[in-house]
């Protein structure tokens, strides 16, 4: 097969995707080319073939199934968004924790503060006298 | 005549049945439950011509569904919802069928546990069956692509937004898919 025939028939293949400008181009090689216009027959039969297979339908539960299973991720999607968010909580209760937060790191730094860390020294070089 | 693809559509458009709520989670659960009961059937049936196992493919399907929904930031910005699906649906494939072969201990087979090696079509067999075995004899890369195109209806651009491949990978392995399945069905209905 040439290349041109190659390519014509590769064009074939998407014969339903291409523009029409490039589909009158193709009818019009299909006139003149016997080789190509069976091979193009062949591609739709072929592709009405494909097109008629029948879809195997679902299981009449498959909706309840998911929808519940969906309902679940819904309702664990919201306890982990208020878990963080803490929207839901009393007031009082997210003041309180923010106060002992404050107090916690002010008692660290006053502890930092009375007992500085000593700067880096390095260690003195050891001698070792040699055995006489 | 221009193939007829699918039309892009917003979230809006999917959301006219839906009567939004404050709560973003509900909203979202519901968009997902829309997309669901326009597509759940197609996906379905790909994932058994896929899988070759119904009840996997009744799994897998609510599975790819569950994923639209813990992918929910990106689904707001899919134009074209029914190709992202089957994308999602691709790859989810391809994860449990990995899952399976790495945990299940399954022999690892040519034919993907797909049906490849049953025997070559009957004469007596009626035509559907004929086009489904000689369907499932071919590589994976080409029974794929001609799946979508010929079977779902995608453009070939469709195609190579769910298969990740470029629009000229697509076309050869679909002239490359046509010419082996001519092949086949040829020579076994000639045997």
């Not at chain 1, 309840?64 to 209760?93: C, I, N, T």
């Amino acid at each position: 097969m040439s290349r041109k025939h190659r390519q014509i028939q590769k064009k074939l293949a998407v014969y339903d995707d291409l523009t029409p400008a490039e589909q009158a181009k193709i009818l019009a090689h299909l006139q003149t080319c016997p080789e190509c216009a069976t091979g193009f027959s062949a591609y739709q039969q072929m592709d009405r073939a494909l097109a008629a297979l029948t879809k195997p339908a679902p299981q009449p539960g498959l909706r309840a199934e998911f929808q519940a299973k969906l309902d679940d991720e819904v309702r664990r999607r919201r306890r982990f968004f208020r878990l963080v968010s803490g929207w839901h909580y009393p007031s009082h209760l997210a003041g309180q924790a923010v106060a002992l937060v404050l107090l916690v790191g002010l008692m660290g730094i006053m502890w930092l503060w009375l007992h500085p860390q000593q700067p880096f020294q390095p260690a003195a070089p050891i001698s070792v006298a040699k055995p006489t | 005549m221009k193939r007829k693809t699918t039309p892009p559509y917003k979230v809006s458009r999917v959301n006219q049945d839906i009567s939004l709520t404050a709560d973003p989670t509900q909203e979202m659960a519901a968009l997902v439950a829309a997309l669901f009961e326009r597509h759940h059937r197609e996906i379905y049936a790909y994932l058994v011509r896929l899988l070759g196992d119904a009840e996997w493919a009744h799994d897998l399907t609510q599975d790819v569904f569950l994923q639209l929904f813990s992918q929910r930031t990106r689904l707001t910005d899919v134009q074209n919802h029914r190709a992202w699906i089957y994308r999602i649906a691709g790859n989810m494939r391809l994860n449990a069928l990995n899952r399976r072969r790495r945990f299940a201990w399954l022999p690892w087979r040519a034919d993907d546990g797909l049906g490849l090696n049953q025997p070559g079509p009957d004469k007596h067999m009626d035509m559907e069956t004929a086009v489904t075995q000689t369907l499932a004899r071919l590589p994976e890369n080409y029974r794929i692509p001609l799946l979508l195109y010929s079977h779902e209806g995608f453009s070939v651009r469709e195609i190579a937004q769910i298969l990740q491949i470029s629009e000229g990978a697509v076309k050869n392995r679909l002239y490359r898919a046509l010419e082996m399945f001519r092949r086949a069905y040829e020579s076994e209905n000639a045997s």
